[in-house]
């Protein structure tokens, strides 16, 4: 067999597996075998640069986290109906990177948990009904959450207690509006769910709209919406499931950003390294009510393994300065693409917070209408190239740069490089005009 | 500090870290800090014997499911938008275990993702709204199943598309009029469903009635009020969280005992001998439609490093004859506890199913009234006796005993001993008139 043959294979032997349910990303399926720091090595030997993943926050098999995995995997893993230190010892360590307003944990095991119990405290706080949630966001799969996340696309059909709010279009409207127009979005929303005769129970988004093709300036935008939302007697909740965890570079936890401490905070992908490791953060008077109420328990959720895995990642950011890396590399990779930009209109923004980058693709600079087939032809030439990048966006045209953390300078010329190449390429075809 | 002060201590750091929702077991709660097989080691060196925890379910950190735990964790941890082998040959593994009408796997992290997607995946197919649940049941935490999990109490409200029966009291009325009395109610909430102008999706529950208080027998008490949910247009979940992974001693899955192939299999807890590690198993026919509309992604569900640990468990039961040993240990245990209700009638009925197991504990033999009470003072005489249970039921009066699967004749002999010593101080107490 070919090693087309053998993918082919593989491909079917999964679709008989799974079902049909499961997505592949690439025209050319990734087949990793090992991975390390920010790269993938796959079957055939090939290594390929990871700009997309967000989960192996520290890189890919971080020795110290696997040493910390596999010894308390070795002496205990049980759940938080027993008393244990380490889950504690993590809580702490958790809440010294937020607010003080902001003083509870509650552990999940996948940020779609998180999110859905945030949706249970905010009902139960509130006696609300709502949900106000921007119109391509994403956040989870649980039966609740999908019905607030219309980047799932119609087979999900939207919950009636659901409003949804554009992000703000910086690139062709400017940052000047962007304020007063996610605002009024809000408001409209607020005013929508009274004609129902709902109240908000809270505005939920993620902060950095990685989903809605990535915004993050100008910083503070969000906070007339916030405030809106408030005086209608809604919570905000910051998805932090994408921008967290020192990412955005210039501080831990992308609603800090903006100015705005959140009611609920819900955490994910990053926290583990790879392992499933979630919570929800929560200022204690919105758990007062809940918890007095409804006990909680999530049998995986805060076991000592994943606190000790969770500890090793908060230790491996602070000892290798990894949100100071996210800023410096962060900012040299968007001044390099920002200068590609100048060589390939294609490339009609590029827009980053640290290490999360959108960068929108267009037909032209002038029309600047979005171009989710040469987005999709940029990301395919990459990943041949040996660069892996996502979409994002409604038109999934905003082209997704998050790689592990410890993403250097070398790395940066390597994604560069490639782009340059691949567009050049697309360019020779006559495919950019 | 004395023990008890730093206990104390602990117990307050834990309250104002993880806020007021999570609960505690036992009067004197546990302090564990390792864990080998079937025994934990508290703080303070004591060792206690482990009756009560299914999650590690091959016996606290097996060397052979922390190797390929921490093996796999060493060298890749992505997730299923990618190809990988082990997953494939973990999914294989898994669909050799159940009957041929079950085709596919999909990989969640929790029980209650397994059970919420089951509810989305029923919904899709059906096209119908209700869902009847038993009246204790309890199938998870996620907004969408906590509404159908009365267990959790008066603090959720149950959806209105839920309906709820009660599971059968063989220990009142025989075994005789068990499966007719099943089916009447299961026909009586269709009924009320469709007054309510709604169908079944599903009929929802576990295998071996844990929360609802352990029903096992007769086995095939369940057919008729399957028939009737699909002579109604509703499927069959058979949630095998509890039950499921060679327990039940005769058979790797509870619903096997009854004889019924169910629509969908929801596994949770016992898979990943502690690890987050949970599925739903489905008729392909049945994503066919689900999976062409709706992709799923669940960023945890199903990587490298959980499919590796779920493949170490299976190989564990199979190398150490579990399920054999969960018959053979569970009878010994069942014939034993019996005996033991011959001399303190206060133990009204013993039910199980291999290593799944509860104790009926009443005020007398003749009133047979459940004795919540009692049924807590002797969970808490065996805590401090170094015997680890727990309790079930509406009345919270039934003891839970489903210790991990490599529990032996030696260990049956303690819980008895200990069993027979707590009562006896009871008895002379004058508790148990």
Redesign the interface.
């Known amino acids: 067999m070919t090693a087309d043959d053998m993918?082919a294979a593989?491909?079917e032997?999964?679709r008989?597996?799974?079902?049909?349910?499961?997505?592949?990303?690439y025209d050319a399926?990734?087949?990793?075998?090992?991975?390390e720091g920010v790269w993938?090595v796959e079957a055939d030997g090939r290594r390929v640069l990871d700009c997309y993943?967000n989960?192996?926050s520290v890189g890919?098999?971080h020795?110290r986290?696997?040493e910390a995995?596999?010894r308390q995997?070795?002496?205990?893993?049980?759940?938080?109906?027993?008393?244990?230190?380490t889950?504690?010892d993590y809580?702490?360590r958790l809440?010294a990177t937020v607010p003080a307003e902001i003083?509870?944990?509650?552990?999940t095991?996948?940020?779609?948990?998180a999110n859905?119990?945030a949706?249970?405290v905010a009902?139960?706080v509130t006696g609300h009904a709502g949900f106000i949630v921007t119109a391509n966001a994403y956040h989870g799969?649980?039966?609740?959450v999908?019905e607030m996340s219309p980047s799932?696309?119609t087979?999900?059909k939207p919950g009636d207690y659901v409003r949804t709010v554009p992000v703000p279009d910086v690139y062709r409207d400017g940052p000047e509006g962007a304020a007063a127009a996610f605002t009024r979005a809000v408001e409209a929303a607020i005013a929508s769910l009274a004609e129902a005769g709902m109240r908000p129970a809270a505005l939920l988004f993620d902060t950095v709209f990685a989903s809605d093709g990535v915004a993050v300036d100008p910083p503070g935008f969000v906070a007339g919406a916030i405030a809106a939302v408030r005086a209608a007697g809604g919570l905000y909740i910051a998805d932090e499931v994408q921008a967290g965890l020192a990412r955005t570079g210039s501080h831990m936890w992308g609603f800090e950003r903006h100015g705005v401490v959140p009611d609920l905070v819900t955490l994910?992908?990053p926290m583990g390294?790879?392992?499933?490791v979630a919570a929800l953060l929560?200022r204690?008077e919105h758990?007062?009510e809940?918890?007095?109420?409804?006990?909680?328990?999530?049998?995986?959720?805060?076991?000592p393994?994943?606190a000790a895995v969770g500890l090793a990642v908060l230790d491996v950011i602070r000892d290798e300065n990894l949100m100071d890396n996210a800023a410096s590399t962060g900012r040299r990779l968007h001044l390099g693409m920002a200068r590609l930009a100048e060589r390939f209109p294609v490339i009609g923004h590029v827009r980053s917070a640290g290490l999360y980058m959108g960068v929108e693709i267009v037909t032209d600079a002038v029309s600047r209408r979005p171009s989710g087939a040469l987005a999709a032809r940029l990301v395919n030439g990459l990943r041949t190239q040996g660069v892996l990048v996502g979409v994002s966006g409604p038109a999934a045209n905003v082209i997704k740069v998050r790689p592990p953390l410890p993403f250097g300078a070398a790395e940066v010329e390597i994604v560069l490089d490639r782009t340059a190449r691949v567009l050049g390429d697309l360019e020779a075809q006559g495919a950019l005009t």
């Not at 399926?29 to 991975?35: A, D, E, K, M």
């Not at 809940?290 to 076991?303: D, I, K, L, P, Q």
């Open positions: 993918t593989l491909v032997r999964r008989r597996l799974l079902g049909p349910a499961y997505r592949l990303l399926p990734l087949h990793p075998v090992r991975g993938l993943n989960v192996p890919h098999c020795p986290v696997v995995l596999s995997a070795a002496i205990l893993n049980t759940h938080t109906r027993y008393l244990h230190d889950v504690l809580a702490e809440l003083g509870n944990v509650m552990f095991c996948t940020g779609s948990e859905d119990l949706v249970r009902r139960s799969v649980t039966a609740t999908a799932l696309g087979a999900v994910g992908k390294d790879g392992h499933p929560a204690p758990l007062a809940f918890g007095a109420r409804s006990r909680y328990f999530n049998t995986f959720g805060g076991n393994v994943s």
